[in-house]
DNA sequence: GATGAATGAGCCTTCATTCAT
DNA sequence: GATGAATGAAGGCTCATTCAT
């Protein structure tokens, strides 16, 4: 189920007994996330990791020192992952704020990135306060560059379109509706679709700006 | 730690060694909520639970048969308790829909539900939500209760307001922001106070029905 | 299921809310062997004797003031009914030696003696190495009875029949048949009937004096 | 308590750092049967098993999953070497069904077996038999199995001898005789010896096959 | 007498971490 | 690099015992 490590060179079926030190860290982190989504925060155990990633339970703690540690980096890789989407999705937009919110949005419910692992691993850190200054030192900075990303936008919008809003709410709305869709696919008990909550960030768009965007049906 | 002699008079502020059954549980539930916040989920233990509340740890299992129980009485205790302040303050609004949103908007915000521990445990509770069954079991009905009412008000405003929205959709971007807001609170470095998540979640309303709201500054 | 206490004069149905302090401790004891006899030596508990009896958790330690006295004193009650149901069988069996064993061996296997529950409770005494000082300050003295009253019958049937031999160990053997039997009838997973356990028993007398017994069918 | 430092020259009548899968087992296996013998079964702890063993308490866990595991193989291991015993003291007695019967008579009492450790373990178990199924899981084949034996040595006595007696309750006579025998030096206050248990057989056996058999001194 | 709340010692078990091989 | 035995701290839970009512 994992993807291969980006940069693995070797047989692709099975992992070699020795890879690359990055390979192997990719390998275990993405173990990590399926764990952290299948059992959550409490009681995903490094014994499980490394059972999901087929190696052995000293192997993990080799390359993590500790298991803070491997929580902390998989989700610095969540976090990058997830800039690395966007920002990539706002580099094919133009210059254009309707096509870059668009594109934003698109982004975050895309195939890549809104998977149940990674939704149910994002959950996971969000509930654990324990994770919290973790979580700022690993995603405050992306998450301050995002919402900045989306007020700057707001703003063009506002100031091209005319709208009258405080842009710095109607990010966060944005912002909110869209994260919010996400808890909601991993807590209800038969939540929509994935379409369907892109559906609902794209009416959010066109409520808020009208004259750029239009619900769809 | 021996309680005091039979014959000492109680000192009024602390918990007497005999309370009915019903303080006590309320106490040891508060207790767990204070603990969820603090610590987390993973973190909460028995041992904590019973500290924060002064009392043995045998005595919380006296009274909850184990850990799980606990900390399901303790869901459905939140859960009843953000039932009721919805539903009361729905009452007390009449039979305007737009009064009615409005009050259901203030209720969630309100400082007997919107408090900093409150609002942690939960986020506590959500980010286990997917690997445990406990969530639904506390609060998919209630849930769906609420959202239904969201709903209803949101249809009726349509009707009234001539509004051409989704009712479903709207009510989901409302109650989207509104827990948002929520989750912001609890895991942004700097979060914005109270105030300015009431006044984001009317800023939502004041977009999705122009006519009858109006964004707050 | 357990008897009522020797010397209630009260409802015969349900024990009234005051008793004697004698027939609170009857019934508590006889709570007791029920407990042993179902879940066994480890696993019985106070908690577990006081529902079996149908009385609250405190009044058994109110009673025995310590578990390890009731079980003492429960050890001491089987042991002294047991001593007086032999001491009893031999007084109706007059002065014949042959006569008198018949009735000790009928004696054991009688149904106010040899009942499941009862079987059950020595087992769990025999068993537990803890109770060993315990047994034998309840039942030394009365098993050194038992066994010097099987060897003079023993001796005396020896002397009338002509047989040669060794009376300690024709008396041991006897003994060890019937203890053994008692074993059977709880150990074994399909275990024979008292009436074969008791059968057994004569054959080994009908085995050691043949002029005497005769074997059963 | 910290392990020795990694150049020092190991002392041989130490239990090295890291043994073999089996050797440890074995090794913790009999620590139980210790601890058994010395506590019973009710207070048979695996911080007791542990410290028997010189090792730390997660190990013991570690080799086995839980308690009811390592007493469940504990009482295997019994069964497994109580069967061999017997089965190997009667491939060197021919067969010849009188010198069978000796052979399996003194197997039962030989010093590989009838130690006290293992005759208390024994006892432990049987007064725990009632209430678990342990007991018949580990022990019911292998005691059907001795049974069996025993009943068909003594048919073919009676039909080479010209005994009348049931050969089934003549073996069963002759097991009770043994196993109570066994019991009598567990629960005694001042057991007779070994040889005197083994003469007590014998004695049984003459009894019951006086033409094969001649009771010791 | 009788009840049941309350305590705390001690149990089994989990699990992060260390370390010899 | 990699494995898995070994350790020990800490958690949930049971239960004998105490004690206020």
Redesign the pocket.
Same mark, same amino acid.
């Given at each position: 189920m994992p993807p291969p490590p980006p940069d693995a060179s070797d047989t692709p079926n099975r992992p070699p *007994? !020795?890879?690359?030190?990055e390979a192997?860290r990719s390998q275990i982190v993405e173990a990590t996330i399926q764990t952290l989504a299948a059992r959550g925060f409490a *009681? !995903?155990?490094?014994?499980e990791v490394a059972r999901t990633a087929g190696?052995?339970?000293?192997?993990v703690?080799?390359h993590f020192d500790?298991?803070?540690g491997l929580l902390s980096d998989t989700l610095s890789h969540l976090a990058e992952e997830y800039s690395q989407n966007w920002k990539a999705a706002l580099d094919t937009a133009g210059d254009d704020p309707a096509q870059q919110l668009s594109a934003l949005i698109e982004a975050d419910f895309s195939p890549a990135i809104c998977t149940p692992a990674r939704l149910a691993a994002w959950c996971a850190f969000w509930g654990e306060a324990q994770s919290r200054p973790l979580y700022q030192e690993s995603c405050g900075e992306k998450d301050a560059a995002y919402n900045a990303t989306l007020e700057t936008i707001c703003a063009r919008l506002n100031d091209r379109g005319g709208y009258g809003g405080n842009p710095v709410r109607m990010a966060r709305i944005l912002r909110l509706t869209i994260e919010g869709a996400w808890l909601d696919l991993m807590t209800m008990e038969a939540p929509y679709s994935v379409e369907e909550a892109l559906a609902t960030a794209r009416t959010c768009a066109a409520i808020l700006f009208p004259r750029d965007f239009t619900a769809p049906a």
């Open positions: *007994r !020795t890879m690359s030190r192997r *009681r !995903t155990t490094l014994t190696l052995s339970h000293g192997l703690l080799f500790s298991k803070e």
